[in-house]
């Protein structure tokens, strides 16, 4: 199970990006998938999660409304579309994923056993 973020920047407030998780080892829409981030000294937050074998979308208060969730089957790739940036949004973000088939979806950090390499996200104000 391999997975690969991609798509951090510098961009400035309320600007947008796109980051891509490239999966590998497994289907993406058999397993729940999120987007987390961490800033330092800071517990890792849940942004949002895909649920397995359907599109249903969770948010964090903080995001909801600005940022869109979405995998590519097709591609095995899931994506996080960050519109309205904000300077509090900057962040590692990482994806995150089980094969626990009880795990429908979560915002929960410990309910995911593998982990992107995380991407930088730099929003100035």
């Known amino acids: 199970v391999q997975l690969q973020a991609s798509g951090g920047g510098l961009v400035q407030a309320g600007g947008s990006l796109r980051l891509s998780c490239a999966a590998s080892g497994f289907t993406l829409d058999d397993v729940a998938i999120a987007w987390f981030r961490q800033t330092p000294g800071k517990e890792r937050e849940g942004v949002s999660s895909i649920s397995r074998r359907d599109v249903t979308t969770y948010y964090a208060d903080s995001v909801k409304g600005r940022f869109t969730i979405s995998r590519d089957n097709a591609k095995n790739t899931l994506y996080l579309q960050m519109n309205s940036l904000k300077p509090e949004d900057t962040a590692v973000y990482y994806c995150?994923?089980?094969?626990?088939?009880?795990?429908?979806?979560?915002?929960?950090?410990?309910?995911?056993?593998?982990w992107g390499q995380g991407t930088q996200v730099t929003v100035s104000s």
């Open positions: 995150a994923t089980t094969l626990d088939p009880r795990t429908v979806w979560s915002l929960r950090a410990y309910d995911y056993d593998y």
